[in-house]
């Protein structure tokens, strides 16, 4: 089946797994989740690499985050799983840490919400960019490929219409980063002609 990639037609969208920490730290669940997101058909998968600091959003997170973080060389035994199995991996990185300007120069990248307007040396058309709701103003990456992104966990109201707003507006094809339960929101957005669709993915509810 051919996918979209920037630069090509479109035949239909990019199918990212998105890991993230569902592993909890455990890097045998990460290789398993790995694996199941090539069998179920993900065109990708990405992972968050990062610190607990990277990753924790206020001081009182930081030592639940801190089991998360797997370090450069797990994360790199992830990315030789993947070439193995054929399936492309890629990172969201939050922190700094010896070897994480690595995992920002693979071939794909995602910047997220919480990072918009950041890392403009990493601007390219593989470049997944979250689009936070409250953004107004000049779009800062000339190449990237924006997502439309509601920052809640879990949202009822994933607000597609503004997939055609931001295409529009930005003037390029535009992707969708889905929070909310169930497929229905993705295969809408697909509809509205996003080229890139993330969808959390887990083992189980409780992770």
């Given at each position: 089946?051919?996918?979209?990639?920037?630069?090509?037609?479109l035949?239909?969208?990019?199918i990212?797994?998105e890991?993230?920490?569902?592993?909890e730290?455990s890097l045998?669940v990460?290789h398993?989740?790995?694996?199941?997101?090539?069998?179920?058909?993900?065109?990708?998968?990405?992972?968050?690499?990062?610190?607990?600091?990277?990753?924790?959003r206020?001081?009182?997170?930081?030592?639940?985050y801190?089991?998360?973080?797997l370090?450069?060389n797990?994360?790199?035994l992830?990315?030789?799983?993947?070439?193995r199995?054929?399936?492309?991996?890629?990172f969201?990185?939050?922190?700094?840490s010896?070897g994480?300007?690595?995992?920002?120069?693979?071939?794909?990248?995602?910047i997220g919400?919480?990072?918009?307007?950041?890392?403009?040396?990493?601007?390219?058309?593989?470049?997944?960019?979250?689009v936070?709701?409250?953004?107004?103003?000049?779009?800062?990456?000339?190449?990237?490929?924006?997502?439309?992104c509601?920052?809640?966990y879990?949202t009822?109201?994933?607000?597609?219409?503004?997939?055609?707003?931001?295409?529009?507006?930005i003037?390029?094809?535009?992707?969708y980063s889905?929070h909310?339960?169930?497929i229905e929101?993705?295969?809408?957005?697909?509809?509205?002609?996003?080229?890139v669709?993330e969808?959390?993915?887990?083992?189980?509810?409780?992770?």
């Amino acid at each position: 089946m051919e996918r979209y990639f920037p630069g090509t037609q479109l035949r239909c969208p990019i199918i990212t797994a998105e890991v993230g920490n569902n592993h909890e730290g455990s890097l045998g669940v990460a290789h398993i989740l790995l694996q199941k997101a090539a069998e179920a058909g993900a065109s990708l998968v990405k992972f968050q690499a990062g610190t607990a600091q990277g990753f924790a959003r206020t001081p009182e997170e930081i030592p639940r985050y801190s089991r998360y973080a797997l370090g450069v060389n797990n994360y790199n035994l992830l990315i030789h799983q993947a070439e193995r199995i054929g399936i492309g991996i890629f990172f969201s990185v939050w922190g700094e840490s010896p070897g994480f300007h690595i995992l920002r120069s693979r071939e794909f990248l995602k910047i997220g919400a919480r990072q918009f307007g950041q890392f403009l040396e990493y601007d390219g058309q593989k470049t997944f960019v979250s689009v936070p709701m409250n953004w107004k103003g000049e779009f800062p990456y000339k190449k990237a490929t924006p997502l439309h992104c509601v920052s809640e966990y879990p949202t009822s109201n994933p607000r597609l219409e503004r997939i055609w707003s931001l295409a529009n507006y930005i003037e390029r094809p535009v992707g969708y980063s889905d929070h909310t339960i169930g497929i229905e929101a993705c295969i809408e957005a697909a509809k509205l002609g996003a080229v890139v669709i993330e969808k959390h993915f887990t083992l189980a509810h409780d992770f």
